[in-house]
């Protein structure tokens, strides 16, 4: 199977062609790939597929092999796939997600993609659709106990779930150890991806992310929305003005729009392209238990 590995300020994936490669089992397929020493090693697995509603469809599998509903930094990893790999002449591209169809713009120099800006969609803040287990009309600065102590969260979802926590020293955190506190915390019967975010000034931010089914990544495209999102109904930002947030994979640019629409604005990157041997994969499959 030949596969590209990419990735969006450190939130790497592994990208296989569906117009040319057919994926069995992918939930597993994922699984054996993302592992670092048996595998390739990766954040997950995305399939770029032919779709009925979109120029193209997107699925995509967290290294625990649970399926997610999107992610913003592989939106942009196949934006630049896409075009640069000839599957498509257009600037302009819609792509068909688990949470909907969202809409790319590919800004090309000398036939590179440079950046790709993405219109999100609208953020959800109804807990229930999120979904939190909360009566609350929106889940903003709320206290939440874990790990016996109290933080307070805000929760929005951008096709898939987050919370948001404002704090200081974001880089001295061991998120190995609190990161799953909220991962698993029974507020969330999906999961949820967690992030921890240090305010700088009126339109920057610092942000570390715990993803469900992956732990900590360098970078999360909808996490870093969800945070520019929260930012604003915690007062910290203001809508209709870009926010520079630092990663550690790098930098992405969010603005959330006086419309409840956020627009991701930032880069993506080939690692390398490959093959990986069938019978390895089949063999390795047999013994997966994936996460759903």
Request: glycine residues 8%; contains cysteine; hydrophobic residues 40%.
């Given at each position: 199977?030949?596969?590209?590995?990419?990735?969006?300020?450190?939130?790497?994936?592994?990208?296989?062609?569906?117009?040319?490669?057919?994926?069995?089992?992918?939930?597993?397929?994922?699984?054996?790939?993302?592992?670092?020493?048996?595998?390739?090693?990766?954040?997950?697995?995305?399939?770029?597929?032919?779709?009925?509603?979109?120029?193209?469809?997107?699925?995509?599998?967290?290294?625990?092999?649970?399926?997610?509903?999107?992610?913003?930094?592989?939106?942009?990893?196949?934006?630049?796939?896409?075009?640069?790999r000839?599957?498509?002449?257009?600037?302009?591209?819609s792509?068909?997600?688990?949470?909907?169809?969202?809409?790319?713009?590919?800004?090309?120099?000398?036939?590179?993609?440079?950046?790709?800006?993405?219109?999100?969609?609208?953020?959800?803040?109804?807990?229930?659709?999120?979904?939190?287990?909360?009566?609350?009309?929106?889940?903003?600065?709320?206290?939440?106990?874990?790990?016996?102590?109290?933080?307070k969260?805000?929760?929005?979802?951008?096709?898939?779930?987050h919370?948001?926590?404002?704090?200081?020293n974001?880089?001295?955190?061991?998120?190995?150890?609190?990161?799953?506190?909220?991962?698993?915390?029974?507020?969330?019967?999906?999961?949820?991806?967690?992030?921890?975010?240090?305010?700088?000034?009126?339109?920057?931010?610092?942000?570390?992310v715990?993803?469900?089914?992956?732990?900590?990544?360098?970078?999360?495209?909808?996490?870093?929305?969800?945070?520019?999102?929260?930012?604003?109904?915690?007062?910290?930002?203001?809508?209709?003005?870009?926010?520079?947030?630092?990663?550690?994979?790098?930098?992405?640019?969010?603005?959330?729009?006086?419309?409840?629409?956020?627009?991701?604005?930032?880069?993506?990157?080939?690692?390398?392209?490959?093959?990986?041997?069938?019978?390895?994969?089949?063999?390795?499959?047999?013994?997966?238990?994936?996460?759903?």
């Amino acid at each position: 199977m030949k596969f590209t590995k990419m990735h969006g300020i450190g939130n790497d994936y592994i990208y296989v062609n569906c117009f040319e490669e057919a994926v069995s089992e992918p939930e597993k397929v994922s699984v054996v790939l993302s592992d670092v020493r048996k595998g390739i090693g990766s954040d997950g697995l995305v399939l770029i597929m032919p779709s009925d509603i979109a120029d193209f469809r997107m699925r995509i599998f967290n290294a625990d092999g649970s399926e997610a509903m999107m992610c913003g930094n592989a939106t942009r990893c196949i934006g630049k796939y896409v075009y640069e790999r000839g599957l498509t002449n257009k600037t302009e591209v819609s792509l068909e997600t688990n949470s909907g169809i969202k809409y790319l713009t590919l800004f090309v120099e000398n036939g590179i993609v440079e950046l790709v800006s993405v219109d999100m969609g609208k953020a959800i803040l109804v807990p229930r659709d999120i979904p939190v287990k909360s009566a609350l009309d929106r889940f903003i600065a709320q206290p939440v106990n874990a790990g016996g102590d109290k933080y307070k969260l805000t929760c929005v979802s951008m096709g898939n779930p987050h919370a948001v926590l404002f704090t200081e020293n974001i880089y001295s955190i061991d998120l190995e150890k609190v990161g799953p506190l909220f991962e698993n915390h029974e507020l969330f019967p999906n999961r949820i991806n967690t992030e921890f975010i240090e305010v700088v000034d009126d339109h920057t931010l610092n942000m570390r992310v715990w993803e469900r089914g992956s732990g900590e990544t360098y970078a999360c495209g909808t996490g870093a929305c969800a945070a520019a999102v929260a930012a604003v109904l915690n007062g910290f930002c203001k809508r209709d003005e870009e926010i520079l947030i630092h990663l550690r994979g790098g930098d992405l640019r969010i603005t959330y729009r006086s419309d409840e629409t956020v627009i991701m604005r930032g880069p993506a990157a080939f690692i390398c392209d490959g093959t990986v041997d069938d019978n390895y994969i089949n063999e390795a499959k047999e013994n997966v238990i994936c996460r759903s």
